[in-house]
Every structure is written in structure tokens, then in C-alpha cells.
């Protein structure tokens, strides 16, 4: 995770040039949707004003109507009353439309931006963000971020009626507008310093939550585990506890919150109360008239019950910039790799320094090593997973384009399969898919999915076995038929006749390419133009399989002659 | 293996309201007293319109100025109670929500833990996940926040009402007139909108699940340069879901002025039928401005209470699918074991409605003995390990352990029992110490770096923070072998009668997959240990191998015999060494 370490100085932008500051990507967020914010806010003041008018048309009825007992006068502020209220409501209905598409589109955008910031920042996403994390940013995060500009718009109708309900009451008399907008202004300033203490309770509630759903995940993924090795009274307890931080959390948040929102509901009642004491020692003076008084206190309580508007902006801010902060720190995550080549042509074999081995171009070369970390970290830097001194004949791989490298050397791992049909995963023609998984020997995955390319496989492969996911992992990189593979112990998970039949396929497949392979099953290295073999991370000797077969060491760890 | 999908199922009505009953009745006096605290915190903030009323009528009675003090004194006094009571209601009203909460997700965890692992996979783990973070949280926030804010908005609109009634029972009627149009708007929202706020959660998991598949992939995007894919998908997640959105907002146009009325149409009658009624005689001024203002005062709990309904339909349905876990069927073992030989006998086999992978297979590890299970890929190994784990239930035959069905034996005693270790390597979030003592919580210090050494798992001993090490994606990320050698060191951990080695140390490297092989055979020694394996290292130091081909034992006897015999093990074996035959 990127923290940003001095908070006023601004982080630098993202790599997706998405701003990795929590107040400028909000500021980015509204400004993109400044045409539906400028119309629903526009619309929200002319429907806070009808608002603010109705309690007014009332006590104009109650004074001029009721009291003067003019019945010749209440058809025509019959008919004002109707439309006030009829006008406010569907006005509102107007406003609150153009903010929610708003909103709406800042969500998409945000997730628009999160895909495009994984494609940017490649592989430097990996370990930076958890799968439970991810599901937050994308959804909950997207959302508040999104919603303070609807909530903004809230504020904003709140503020209005303010400014129309004190200018009304002052009017009818400067007192109770002075009490009325200072009392509006004294709930803002009473509740600020609340809302702190709150943000600083939700920071550590939401992290227990995110622990919480991280462990929840590890029920569905380890469940297997779990049943294999009898943990689950363990994990249960596990929960459990971390259940109990999380409510713990959560009281610690309610303490807070109680305050707030009791305060959210009983200053606007002060605030009434206030107004009212006032209005009434006017109203008995003969300074203002009954329908006054009561215009003042219904015109407070719609106006305290919209500084609950302001307060709720308050909060939404808190929490989108919360939100915000999460997002930026996701968005200046970046490429583990630096990208600043722009060479094209390469030729000739490919060196890594480290462990000075080289991929001769157009042979299968299979890589022998008694340890599989040193050899797999070769392959990475020779298909630049990891920056290094490697080289693709006399050019440094660092020194040429990233996307050429990527289009022309291919390393196979542990690669990810995504939900999609076997032929989507392939990504080839159906003949030259058929032709991969037979080189594979994945026909049984074929067959499985219903013998056709149509088959759908589900996010990382889940429905098929550890061993079909190898081998359908094997059938893409084959598919892809790059100008380099490389790939890390490939059969692994398959049975020595199958292994055999990969071996020979493959190798037939390859001919004429280059191709190394991580293994030390004396079934690859009968087909092998040359063999690296590795000790300690160093290649010690180079040449056939049968040339190094001379050496003892060798030979125990590739004939599979004396088991330990 | 591809399994026939059977979905969990999810809760009715009748269980949901027993869910929630049981909820309530679990924590029933603080729940008891957030009602009562609610009740009397609406009742402070209504008596301020009904005083307002009061305050009118005394002045056209020619009321003095302490007297109008007094009762605006009283105004002042209920506001500082509605907030003592308020904040004490909202204070122990999150407090209970977080409980429930906290009790909810607990048991639908136990729950979920003890489900049968069949039935799991049968499902789908993506039902399960979704329901394990999804839904376990949408339902606590609905218990912790919707859910107090709507009994505090209805409280409110009771009250209101109450106190509309009791300030003149004849503009009291009025008041109600908006409450039919509510009703019917209310009914037809909910009808409406609960499909249209599913498909909208549905699309933000849709959303969810895309963009951690691209995280997770990160490096095969790079591999396969899938770079156009993921944009492709991602944007066409997040373009659905603007439909649903839309969806929703085209539902809320219509309703939201609906809702007005039901505040609206009361205060413009009372004003204008009051008036008339006073003019008549009927009605005191004071009470037609009371009572306007308490309509006025409805806006706000309808609009909440209304709002949150949509939420209360997709917290309900989150439930039914939480709830749902509890239906599962508990499994039914109460057989006894006595000792710890495995049998099977005349076993098949087959997933779901398929084809039977296993035809007839009998097989009898001896105690002690070190049996090693070899074949062709797709021969069922793995299913074997499986049957004897007691994770599934042979179609025909018997698979005991100690004379009792192992798929009949309580999953507690079974795990001293037996223990399976397969090719998924999962590791928990969680520190090393946590992922070790799994199976054996009592072990210490000592025990775990002693079962790490005998699995040769050197790296564990260069961890920066020991055993405290945090493991996991986010963390430190082991790899393959170190995430085998880590299931290993479980075992030895919780030292079993029988262990079933599924492919287990496949992803060890060569060098020191012997050793490991080596030291596990010498920590087990005594064990029952079948061990089923493509590579035949394992084989060859075998107290006997059994070759499984279609779905039977094809040759069973030590690897000289085999060998001797020239059979389906011998080809096997050149094969693997790299001898043509």
C-alpha cells in the first residue's frame, strides 16, 4: 500500500495519471459530472424554496383566511397552498434524479478506472491488494466515493432553505431571523468536533470488518483444508475472536454515533423550542401575528430538519474521503517493473547474469536444479517479471520495449484462469485450440466441460482439478505460440505416462522454437537439446543429458535411481 | 471433476421470522428497553407542535408572559430529554444491532464449517462466498443501523399520529387521509423493487468478482497480454450496472412524490377543512396549527422509513440466504469407530448423476503399513482418498475405519483419526503459528519448529517475525512447496492413526522431495499412511503399492514383486524413470 507520507504536500499522480491525492480524486470525481451536478443543484434550490414557502402559505391562510374569518380568500391560497406543495415535491423528484445518474456515473467511472489501473500497473497489483480488498474498492468504496456528490446536493438544498427561511424570518422580524440562522450555525459548530471522533472510530471499524470478511473468505477457500486436517474447531475460535474485536469496534462506534445522532435529532428541536419561546414573547407583544408564529416554527423545523442535510453532507464526506483514500492508495500502486525501453529487435540467446544461464534460441533447453526457487527466478528475469542485468543476445531485456518482450517470451506458471469458455481461455482457433489441449494431454478437460470449446470455465478454474488446471495452463501457453516459453515445471501434477506423452508432444509442437523447462523428470530430459543444471542458484555445467549424466550428483538428482 | 450444481438452499418466511424472533429474544431486555427509551424520546419531540397549539389558544385567551414562559420552559425541558433519551436509545439500539450481528455471523460460520464438503462443492463455493462476506455483512448493517433507524422513524409516526388525536380527534381524522395513498404506494414499491435492487446487488458482485480475477491474474494479463479482455470486462460489468441504477431511479421517480402525499395532502386539508371548521366553531385555531405542524413533522420518518424498505427487502433476502445454511440437513453420524483399520470393500463410486468411477475397488491397508496408491491419471486415486477421508459416501460397498462407515463417523473422532492432505495447498490469512496449529492448538513453540524441520521447511526458520509472521496474499505469500511443506508439518502435528497423502508433495522440489518423503515416512512411522502419487519416488521404500486402473485395484504387492511381474507398475515405472519400454 502507498501512503502518502506528508499530507500537504500532494503525492504524485498515478501511473494511469488517476490523482493519488483522496481530496483531488473527489474533486475529479464531481468535476467529471459537472453538468448533471450544476442542473440537479439548480433544481434542488427552486424545490428547497417551494419548501420553505409551504409552512409561509400556511400561516398566510391562518392569518389572513382563518383568524380574519375571510372565506372569500381561501380559493385563491387554497389553490397557492396546492401548487407549493404539489411544485416542491415533484421539483425535488427532478433534482434528485440528476444527482443520483450523477452518482450513478461516478460509480461506473470509478470502476471504469479500477479496471483500467490493474491493466496499467500490471503486475505490480499482485500483493499490493487482497481479493476481500478488491471487493471493497469496487463496490463499497466505488459507492461512497460516488455518493457525496448526492449528498453534496442534499447540503446544498439544505443550505438554500436556510438562507430563504432566515431572510422570511427576518422580515417578520429581525429577531427571530437572528435566532433562527444562529441557532442553524450553532448546530454545525457543536457538531463538528462530534463527527471527528466518529471518523476516527469508523477508520478502525472498517479495518476489523475487512479483517473479518478476509477470514470469512478463508472458510470458502480452505474449507477443504480444513476438513482434511480437522481445524475447523480452531478456525471457529478464530472467528469468533476476531467477531468479538469487530463488535468491540462497534460499540466504540456506537458511542460515538449516539451522540451525533441524538444530536442530529434534538438540536433542530432546540432550535424549534428556541424559536418558538421568541415567536410566542413577540407574538404576545403584538410584534408578530399567530400565523407568524407559527410560519417561524414550522419554517424551523423544516429548516432544522435540512441542517440534518448538512450534518449528513458532513458524514458523507468523512466517509467518502475514507473511501477515497483507499481508492488513491490502490491507484498509486505501480508497475513492478519499469518500462522504459524502446528497443524492438533482439536475436540470439537469452542470459540471465545471475545464474548465468542461456536459452539458446530454437532448442528445448530444460533446466535441472535441486532447488526450484533459483531456476523459476531465472525464467522471471529472463521474461522480465523482475528488472536485472538480462540479456536477449547483445541487447539488456531492459533495454527493449515491455510489450515486445511480452508479446515474444512467455512464462508459464502458475497462471490464473478467468471465467471464460475453453476457447476464450485458449484464445485461438478452434483448430489450433484442439491441437494445444491434445499437445497437453487435456482432453480430458474438454471432455469434462461437455466436450466442447463452448464449456465454461468458472474464476480460477475452480471447476476442474489441480491437475487439469496444469495441464490447461500448459495448453494455453502451447496455444499462444510464442517465439520464447519458458515455463516452470509444467507436469508437475501428472502421472509419469502422461508426463511422457506432454514430454514428446510438446517437444514435437516447439520444434524450430525456443523453449526451456524447469524440471528435473528424466522424461523431458530425453528429449532435450541441452540441459542447464543448476547448484545453489549458479549453473554449474552445461551440455546433453547424457553428457552430464557423467557426473554422479547429477545423475542422482535426474535418474530417480536411489530414493533417499 | 466436474460436479452437478445444487444450490444451498435459502430460508422461508416461517424461518426467517424465527431467525429474527430468536434474535430479539436472545438480547430481550435491551431490546425491551431501546423500544421504551424510542417510545419516549418520539414523545418529547411531539409534545413541541402540540404546545406550539397550546401557546396559540393561551394568547387569544390573553395568557401572561410567565405563563407563557412556563410552558415554553416545559418545550425547552422535553428537547434536553428527547436527546438524554435519544442518544441512550441510539447508544444501546447499535450496541444490540452489533451483538445480533456478531451472533448471526458466528453461527452461520459454525454452520457453514460443519456442512458437508460434498454439499459445499455441489454448490458451488461462489454461492457460499457470496453469502459468507455478502450477505453476512448486508444483514448486520441491517441490524446495526437500517434496522434501529426505521423503529425509531415508525415510533416517530406513531407517536405523531397519537398526538395529532389527542390535540382534537376530529383533525385527527384528517390527518389520516394521507395513509391509504401511503399504504398503496408502500405495497406496490416493495413488490416492484425487491427484483430491481437484486439485480442491482447482483451486478455489483458481477462487478466485485471481475476486478479481483484481474487482480489476481495481474501476471497472466501481463503473460497473455489479456490487457483488452479485462478492459473489455470490467467495462461491461460497470455498463450493466448503470442499467440496474437507472432501473432503480426510474422506480424511485414515481414513488418519491407518492410518498410526499402521504404528508402533503394531510397538511394542505387540515389547514383549509380546519379553517372551515373553526369558522364553524368546531375546531380552536391552536388546534389547526397543532396539528398542521405535526404533519409537517411527518416528512421526515415516512421519507426514512420509506427509503429504508427497499433495504429491508435486500437485508431480508440476504437473511433467507444466511438463514438458508441452518436448513442444511446436519449429517447424521453417530457411528462408533473401534481402532483405526481401514477398509474398503467392493466399493463403487460415482459423482453426482455420472458414470461410476470406481467399480468393485476393494483395498485393506494393514496397520502401520505404508501403502502407496499409483496409476494413470483419471484411474480414481483421488476419489479413493476421499472415500477414505469420509468426505463421500460409496454408491455400493462399504469404506469403514475400525469396522464403522467412515462417512458415518462423528467428524470430530474421524479427524483423530484420519487426516487427508491433498494438492490444495490453502493458506489462511493469518500468522504462521495460526496456520499451524490448526489441527493441534495446544502444540508449542518447540512442537511447531520441530514438525517444520522434520518437513525440511527451512524458509519458516528466516521468517521476519518467526511464527508470528503474517501469511497470506497481502503478506507474506509462501509458494507452492512452502505451502505443502506447510499442510506436512499439520500433520505430524496432529498426529493421526491414518494418513492420506493426496498428491502431497508434488510441488516440493526435486532435490528435497525425497528427503521430505524420508523424514515424513520417519515422523509416521507406526501410522497407517496411503499415499497416492503420479511420481514414483514414494513407491519404490513402499511397504506395498496398489495400482488403481479403471476405477479398480489392477495389481497390488511390493515394488520388487511388481517389478518382477512385469505388469502394468513395471511399464509405469520404466516410464517415469525415462526407459523406453
Same mark, same amino acid.
Not at chain 2, 413 to 422: C, D, F, G, N, P
Given at each position: 500500500m502507498v501512503v502518502n507520507p506528508n499530507p500537504l504536500r500532494p503525492a504524485p499522480p498515478s501511473p494511469s495519471g488517476i490523482p493519488t491525492d483522496p481530496w483531488r480524486y473527489l474533486w475529479r470525481v464531481a468535476r467529471t459530472q459537472s453538468g448533471r451536478v450544476a442542473v440537479g443543484f439548480i433544481t434542488l434550490s427552486i424545490s428547497g424554496t417551494a419548501w420553505i414557502l409551504l409552512p409561509w402559505v400556511i400561516s398566510k391562510i391562518v392569518d389572513e383566511v382563518i383568524i380574519a374569518k375571510a372565506t372569500e380568500d381561501l380559493l385563491p391560497w387554497a389553490i397557492a397552498l396546492v401548487i407549493t406543495a404539489i411544485g416542491s415535491s415533484w421539483i425535488f423528484v427532478a433534482g434528485y434524479r440528476f444527482l443520483f445518474m450523477a452518482e450513478s456515473r461516478a460509480r461506473v467511472e470509478t470502476v471504469e478506472s479500477l479496471t483500467d489501473h490493474l491493466n496499467t500497473a500490471g503486475t505490480g497489483v499482485r500483493g499490493a491488494v487482497s481479493p476481500g480488498e478488491m471487493v471493497n474498492l469496487s463496490t463499497e468504496d466505488a459507492h461512497k466515493t460516488g455518493s457525496f456528490i448526492f449528498q453534496l446536493g442534499f447540503g446544498w438544498m439544505g443550505l438554500v432553505m436556510l438562507v430563504v427561511g432566515t431572510v422570511i424570518l427576518w422580515n417578520t422580524d429581525t429577531r427571530l431571523g437572528i435566532v433562527a440562522a444562529g441557532g442553524v450555525f450553532a448546530i454545525g459548530f457543536l457538531v463538528g468536533p462530534l463527527l471527528g471522533r466518529l471518523q476516527h472510530h469508523q477508520i478502525a471499524y472498517r479495518a476489523s470488518v475487512a479483517t473479518l470478511t478476509g477470514q470469512a473468505a478463508d472458510v470458502v477457500g480452505g474449507l477443504r483444508v480444513l476438513r482434511g486436517v480437522g481445524g475447523e474447531a480452531q478456525f471457529s475460535q478464530r472467528y469468533r475472536a476476531a467477531s468479538a474485536d469487530l463488535r468491540d469496534a462497534g460499540y466504540g462506534v456506537a458511542t460515538a454515533d449516539s451522540w451525533v445522532q441524538g444530536l442530529r435529532a434534538s438540536?433542530?428541536?432546540? *432550535?424549534?423550542? !428556541?424559536?418558538?419561546?421568541?415567536?410566542?414573547? *413577540? =407574538?404576545?407583544?403584538?410584534? !408578530?401575528?399567530?400565523?407568524?408564529?407559527?410560519?417561524?416554527?414550522? $419554517?424551523? =423545523?423544516? *429548516? &432544522?430538519?435540512?441542517?440534518? &442535510? *448538512?450534518?449528513? $453532507? =458532513?458524514? &458523507? !464526506? !468523512? &466517509?467518502?474521503?475514507?473511501?477515497?483514500?483507499?481508492?488513491? =492508495?490502490?491507484?498509486?500502486?505501480e508497475s513492478d517493473i519499469s518500462d522504459g525501453g524502446t528497443g524492438r529487435e533482439a536475436r540470439g540467446a537469452l542470459r540471465d547474469r545471475e545464474t548465468g544461464l542461456t536459452v539458446e534460441p530454437g532448442k528445448l533447453t530444460v533446466v535441472v536444479s535441486a532447488e526450484g526457487k533459483p531456476a523459476a527466478l531465472a525464467l522471471e528475469r529472463l521474461a522480465r517479471y523482475r528488472d536485472s542485468q538480462a540479456e536477449w543476445g547483445a541487447v539488456p531485456l531492459a533495454d527493449l520495449e515491455l510489450d515486445t518482450v511480452r508479446e515474444r517470451v512467455l512464462l508459464l506458471r502458475e497462471d490464473y484462469l478467468f471465467a471464460q469458455t475453453l476457447g476464450e481461455t485458449l484464445r485461438v482457433s478452434p483448430e489450433a485450440a484442439m491441437s494445444a489441449i491434445r499437445a497437453a494431454c487435456a482432453e480430458d478437460v474438454h471432455s469434462s466441460l461437455g466436450s466442447t470449446l463452448d464449456g465454461a470455465i468458472t474464476n480460477g478454474g475452480r471447476n476442474l482439478s489441480g491437475g487439469q488446471r496444469q495441464r490447461l495452463r500448459l495448453a494455453r501457453a502451447l496455444a499462444a505460440d510464442a517465439e520464447t516459453l519458458l515455463a516452470v515445471e509444467p507436469t508437475s501434477a501428472v502421472d509419469a505416462h502422461t508426463e511422457s506423452l506432454i514430454a514428446e508432444r510438446v517437444t514435437e509442437a516447439r520444434r524450430g522454437r525456443t523453449t526451456a523447462v524447469v524440471t528435473a523428470s528424466p522424461l523431458w530430459l530425453a528429449h532435450a537439446d541441452l540441459v542447464a543444471w543448476m547448484v545453489d542458484g549458479k549453473v554449474r555445467a552445461t551440455g546433453t543429458h547424457a553428457e552430464l549424466s557423467l557426473d554422479g550428483e547429477y545423475r542422482s538428482l535426474t535418474s530417480r535411481q536411489e530414493s533417499r | 471433476m466436474s460436479v452437478p450444481s445444487t444450490r444451498l438452499p435459502t430460508a422461508g418466511r416461517a424461518e426467517m421470522m424465527r431467525a429474527v424472533k430468536r434474535l430479539v429474544l436472545d438480547d430481550k431486555a435491551a431490546f425491551t428497553g431501546v423500544v421504551v427509551l424510542y417510545v419516549a424520546a418520539a414523545g418529547a419531540s411531539a409534545a413541541l407542535p402540540v404546545m406550539l397549539g397550546e401557546v396559540i389558544d393561551g394568547i387569544g385567551t390573553g395568557w401572561t408572559a410567565s405563563r407563557v414562559d412556563l410552558i415554553c420552559g416545559i418545550i425547552a425541558g422535553c428537547v434536553l430529554a428527547q436527546l438524554l433519551l435519544m442518544r441512550t436509545g441510539r447508544r444501546l439500539g447499535y450496541r444490540l444491532g452489533e451483538r445480533a450481528a456478531a451472533r448471526l455471523r458466528e453461527s452461520f460460520i459454525d454452520r457453514v464449517l460443519r456442512l458437508p464438503l460434498g454439499t459445499v462443492e455441489r454448490a458451488g463455493t461462489g454461492d457460499l462466498a457470496t453469502r459468507t462476506s455478502g450477505d453476512v455483512g448486508a444483514v448486520a448493517e441491517l441490524l446495526r443501523k437500517t434496522g434501529p433507524e426505521v423503529a425509531v422513524a415508525l415510533i416517530e409516526v406513531t407517536v405523531i399520529t397519537v398526538a395529532a388525536f389527542v390535540v382534537s380527534p376530529l383533525l385527527g381524522l384528517l390527518f389520516l387521509i394521507g395513509s391509504p395513498a401511503l399504504v398503496i404506494a408502500g405495497r406496490r414499491y416493495v413488490r416492484l423493487a425487491s427484483p430491481v435492487f437484486l439485480k442491482e446487488r447482483a451486478a455489483m458482485s458481477e462487478i466485485a468478482e471481475t476486478l479481483t480475477a484481474s487482480a489476481a491474474g495481474a501476471q497472466t494479463v501481463a503473460a497473455y497480454r489479456m490487457q483488452d479482455e479485462r478492459r473489455g470486462a470490467g467495462y461491461g460489468r460497470a455498463a450493466v450496472h448503470m442499467k440496474r441504477l437507472k432501473g432503480i431511479v426510474r422506480l424511485q421517480t414515481w414513488f418519491f412524490p407518492a410518498t410526499d402525499l402521504a404528508f402533503l395532502t394531510p397538511a394542505v386539508v387540515v389547514t383549509i377543512v380546519g379553517g372551515i371548521w373553526y369558522m364553524n366553531g368546531w375546531v380552536s385555531v391552536g388546534e389547526v396549527v397543532a396539528v398542521a405542524m405535526l404533519t409537517l413533522r411527518l416528512d421526515g420518518p415516512v421519507f426514512r422509513s420509506m427509503m429504508a424498505l427497499s433495504e429491508f427487502q435486500m437485508g431480508g433476502a440476504a437473511m433467507a440466504r444466511v438463514e438458508g445454511v441452518h436448513l442444511m440437513p446436519d449429517e447424521e453420524r453417530g457411528a462408533a469407530s473401534d481402532g483405526a483399520e481401514v477398509r474398503l470393500d467392493d466399493v463403487t463410486f460415482g459423482y453426482g448423476d455420472g458414470p461410476d468411477v470406481l467399480h468393485g475397488l476393494s483395498l485393506r491397508p494393514r496397520r502401520g503399513e505404508r501403502l502407496v496408491v499409483v496409476g494413470p491419471s483419471g484411474a480414481g486415486k483421488s476419489t479413493i482418498a476421499r472415500l477414505i477421508a469420509g468426505i463421500d459416501r460409496p454408491r455400493t460397498g462399504r469404506v469403514t475405519?475400525?469396522?464403522?462407515?467412515?462417512?458415518?463417523?462423528?467428524?470430530?473422532?474421524?479427524?483423530?483419526?484420519?487426516?487427508?492432505?491433498?494438492?490444495?495447498?490453502?493458506i489462511f490469512t493469518a500468522t504462521l503459528r495460526d496456520n499451524l496449529n490448526l489441527a493441534a492448538p495446544e502444540a508449542d513453540d518447540e512442537a511447531l519448529f520441530a514438525a517444520l524441520a522434520t518437513v525440511d521447511a527451512r524458509w519458516a526458520v528466516d521468517l521476519p517475525d518467526g511464527l508470528d509472521t503474517m501469511l497470506g496474499e497481502e503478506h507474506h505469500e509462501l509458494n507452492l512447496a512452502e505451502a505443502q511443506q506447510l499442510a506436512l508439518a499439520r500433520v505430524i502435528l496432529a498426529d493421526p492413526d491414518v494418513v492420506i497423502l493426496d498428491e502431497a508433495t508434488a510441488g516440493i522440489d526435486p532435490g528435497s522431495a525425497g528427503n521430505v518423503e524420508a523424514s515424513l515416512a520417519a515422523a509416521l512411522h507406526g501410522r497407517t499412511v496411503i499415499a497416492i502419487a503420479h511420481q514414483l519416488q514414494a513407491a519404490e521404500t513402499a511397504d506395498r503399492v496398489a495400482v488403481v486402473r479403471e476405477g479398480r485395484i489392477a495389481e497390488s504387492g511390493t515394488h520388487d514383486e511388481l517389478l518382477a511381474a512385469e505388469g502394468i507398475y513395471a511399464g509405469l515405472w520404466w516410464a517415469w524413470k525415462g526407459v523406453a519400454v
Open positions: 438540536l433542530p428541536l432546540a *432550535l424549534i423550542a !428556541i424559536v418558538t419561546w421568541v415567536g410566542a414573547r *413577540l =407574538a404576545l407583544d403584538r410584534s !408578530i401575528t399567530i400565523g407568524e408564529l407559527s410560519a417561524a416554527f414550522g $419554517m424551523t =423545523a423544516l *429548516l &432544522a430538519q435540512h441542517a440534518g &442535510a *448538512l450534518i449528513g $453532507m =458532513a458524514q &458523507a !464526506i !468523512i &466517509a467518502a474521503q475514507v473511501s477515497s483514500r483507499r481508492l488513491t =492508495a490502490f491507484f498509486g500502486t | 475405519l475400525g469396522g464403522a462407515p467412515v462417512a458415518d463417523i462423528p467428524l470430530e473422532e474421524l479427524r483423530r483419526k484420519v487426516i487427508l492432505v491433498t494438492q490444495e495447498h490453502y
